[in-house]
């Protein structure tokens, strides 16, 4: 399968709540270094700034996060020294 038609299977899935994966349930915990946490709030940040029309162009093919946002069940967040570990639980179909 090619890359775009993965990415279109997949935003397909995100749009329709992820069927094919119906009642699939995870648990992960995600240890991030800070500098990269960093990087992404910093792109975050940009991207905010940019304005609206022009960040559409830009990622024409983007998966809708709020769409995948709605199965997250929890969120920890826990810091120690360089590392941020996100303890995320995630239910599909529920």
Same mark, same amino acid.
């Given at each position: 399968?090619?890359?775009? &038609?993965?990415?279109?299977? @997949?935003?397909?899935?995100?749009?329709?709540? +992820?069927p094919a994966?119906? %009642? *699939? &349930?995870? *648990?992960?915990?995600? #240890? @991030?270094?800070?500098? !990269?946490?960093?990087? +992404?709030? =910093?792109?975050? +940040?940009?991207?905010?700034?940019?304005? =609206? #029309?022009?960040?559409? /162009?830009?990622? #024409?093919?983007?998966i809708d996060? *709020? /769409? +995948? !946002? $709605?199965?997250?069940?929890s969120v $920890?967040?826990? =810091? /120690? #020294?360089?590392?941020? *570990? !996100?303890?995320? =639980? !995630? /239910?599909? %179909?529920?």
């Amino acid at each position: 399968m090619s890359e775009r &038609r993965l990415l279109a299977w @997949l935003q397909q899935q995100v749009a329709a709540g +992820l069927p094919a994966i119906a %009642g *699939t &349930r995870v *648990t992960a915990s995600v #240890p @991030l270094q800070v500098a !990269l946490v960093n990087e +992404l709030i =910093a792109e975050a +940040l940009a991207d905010a700034t940019t304005a =609206a #029309p022009q960040r559409a /162009a830009a990622t #024409p093919t983007a998966i809708d996060a *709020t /769409a +995948l !946002l $709605r199965h997250v069940r929890s969120v $920890r967040v826990e =810091a /120690a #020294p360089g590392v941020i *570990t !996100l303890d995320v =639980a !995630l /239910a599909i %179909g529920e």
